[in-house]
């Protein structure tokens, strides 16, 4: 029976389906002498160098920190990110053609997001209408999932008019509402006005109401706030 010599390294760089910077494995021989540390990927890890692998591998453990650290914001954009696409459909929401990765990849070169074919993880084109969950590999088991939408052609335009519409409706109705203050307070103005002006003309009313005094009845009232006249 064949034995396959096996030996242990630690990796320099990240390598997919086998780990990442710093990471201590074991390798067959032949694929680490031969293709890994001929590459300066990874460096074979022997008593007589563990301090020295030691140190390696804490320096390689801040470059991954830091290259995972400038990984999040691109997984929190596209954690954000929503793909729309329009196709036409038949009976049962069947698409007449399909939604495959190049399509993802066209709509996040659209938004700026520069992600390769082989990171987006679609086990088969998208053939039926409605929304979906794709992931992204971003960084080895770091993984960002985009949202997709798949309408029926035509479909957001009508649902843009449909809003358009909604949206002027709501704008009428807080312009018949603020038209409505309006008039109540021009309402209670001109109400105050009627008001004061029938006050004045009741006071007038009242006023005109009053008989004149009689004939030498002025001068009886001034004698007698005057008193009696003095004889001399």
């Known amino acids: 029976m064949l034995r396959i010599e096996i030996m242990k390294i630690i990796l320099k760089e990240n390598i997919e389906n086998l780990g990442k910077r710093g990471d201590i494995i074991e390798v067959a021989a032949g694929y680490g002498r031969n293709y890994l540390i001929p590459r300066r990927l990874?460096?074979?890890?022997?008593?007589?160098?563990?301090?020295?692998?030691?140190?390696?591998?804490?320096?390689l453990r801040k470059k991954l920190e830091k290259e995972v650290k400038s990984y999040q914001g691109l997984i929190e954009k596209l954690s954000q990110a929503v793909l729309t696409f329009e196709r036409k459909a038949g009976d049962k929401d069947v698409i007449f053609g399909s939604v495959s990765v190049a399509d993802i990849k066209e709509g996040l070169d659209e938004l700026g997001l520069d992600i390769e074919k082989k990171k987006i993880v679609l086990d088969e084109p998208i053939k039926r209408l409605g929304n979906y969950t794709v992931p992204i590999k971003v960084f080895h088991d770091e993984r960002a999932e985009i949202k997709i939408e798949v309408r029926k052609e035509g479909e957001v335009e009508e649902k843009e008019k449909k809003e358009l519409v909604?949206?002027?409706?709501?704008?009428?109705?807080?312009?018949?509402?603020?038209?409505q203050v309006t008039a109540k307070k021009e309402g209670a103005v001109q109400e105050e006005v009627e008001g004061e002006q029938a006050e004045k003309e009741r006071q007038h009313q009242e006023i005109e109401a009053v008989p004149p005094p009689e004939e030498g009845q002025e001068e009886k009232n001034q004698e007698k706030t005057e008193?009696?006249?003095k004889t001399e």
């Open 227 to 229: 008193g009696p006249k």
């Open 42 to 59: 990874a460096l074979e890890v022997t008593p007589s160098k563990w301090k020295m692998i030691e140190l390696e591998q804490k320096s």
């Open 166 to 179: 909604s949206e002027e409706k709501k704008e009428e109705v807080v312009q018949a509402e603020k038209e």
